[in-house]
């Protein structure tokens, strides 16, 4: 009985380890942003940022973005910075640069800042 509880225990352990490391780190994330020079092209209000060659990233934008491209939302975000190609925002020009050279860690974190919005 006992080894029983321990063994689930242990396993809502791992499970939660697993969640929070996938999750990436929103402050983190920010840092990503500011280093990478998102905010020259959007306007997202945590970072304080207002550029306007690319869409302002809101999360109603970002999630009618990622149903029509049948995503997940932050697997829609992350391929929107690793393969801004695959799916360009209606009324933008294919401009953004792909940020496919950030380690796993900075596009975790990264993901992870823009969905929290
Ligand atoms: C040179 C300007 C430029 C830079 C720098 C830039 N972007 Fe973009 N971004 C755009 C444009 C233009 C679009 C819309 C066209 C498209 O979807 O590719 C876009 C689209 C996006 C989208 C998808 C929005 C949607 O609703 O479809 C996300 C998310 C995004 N960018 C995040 C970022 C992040 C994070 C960074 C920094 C690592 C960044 N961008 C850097 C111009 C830029």
Redesign the pocket.
């Known amino acids: 009985m006992f080894r029983i509880a321990l063994l689930a225990s242990l396993a809502a352990v791992v499970v939660t380890a697993g969640v929070a490391l996938a999750a990436g780190n929103p402050a983190a994330g920010k840092k990503?942003?500011a280093a990478?020079?998102?905010g020259?092209?959007?306007t997202f209000k945590p970072a304080g940022s207002k550029?306007t060659?690319?869409?302002a990233?809101t999360k109603v934008?970002?999630t009618?973005?990622a149903k029509r491209a049948k995503q997940p939302l932050t697997t829609?975000?992350r391929m929107?910075?690793v393969k801004?190609?695959a799916?360009?925002?209606k009324g933008?020009?294919?401009?953004?640069?792909s940020?496919a050279k950030?380690s796993k860690k900075q596009l975790d974190d990264?993901v992870a800042f823009?969905a929290k919005g």
Not at 92 to 97: A, G
């Open positions: 990503v942003y990478n020079g998102c020259a092209c959007h550029g060659i690319g869409p990233l934008r970002l009618a973005d829609f975000i929107s910075i801004p190609k799916f360009v925002a933008y020009k294919p401009v953004m640069p940020f950030l990264l823009i």
